[in-house]
């Protein structure tokens, strides 16, 4: 289960419109407990792939780092990964699944001209996507 404080789900989805028509993407920073992640804030990556932007995602592994180093100074750690889907539905790609790693949770946003209009958040269950819930907290 993931929950998320509004703010933070707000800004992300703010982020996904701006970036229309291409895939946006960032970190999900929070804490785990056993299967609950609750996230306390997120931190925007430049999507870093070279020439597919409206389709698919990268996230450099410097600014990984530079997101990882901003988690611990708060004390908390990455605990997701989101990103939108321009004029698709907020389901996983099968690339998306492939290159997910367990105990994180991975917020879609499904963003259709222009307007973020729903969005879900995966984990993987062995090597498959299973969707979980979402709750939000705080404001
Ligand atoms: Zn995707």
């Keep these: 289960m993931l929950r998320i404080k509004k703010s933070a789900l707000d800004k992300l989805l703010a982020q996904a419109e701006k970036d229309y028509p291409y895939e946006t993407c960032g970190l999900l920073l929070g804490k785990s407990q056993g299967e609950v992640r609750t996230v306390f804030g ?7 792939n ?13 600014d990984y780092m530079k997101a990882e180093d901003k988690a611990r ?3 908390l750690e ?7 889907h321009p004029d698709h539905p907020d389901r996983p790609s099968q690339f998306d699944e492939e290159r997910a790693f367990p105990d994180m949770s991975y917020i879609i946003v499904s963003v ?10 995966w984990e993987l269950e062995g090597d ?8 939000t907290f705080g404001f």
């Design 42 to 48: 997120i931190y925007e990556t430049p999507n870093a």
């Design 50 to 62: 070279p020439d597919r932007k409206n389709d698919r995602y990268e996230i450099d592994p410097k």
């Design 73 to 75: 100074e708060f004390g």
């Design 78 to 84: 990455i605990v997701g990964v989101y990103h939108s």
């Design 112 to 121: 259709q001209k222009g307007k973020a209009v729903s969005y879900r958040s």
């Design 128 to 135: 498959k996507f299973k969707e979980e819930e979402i709750l």
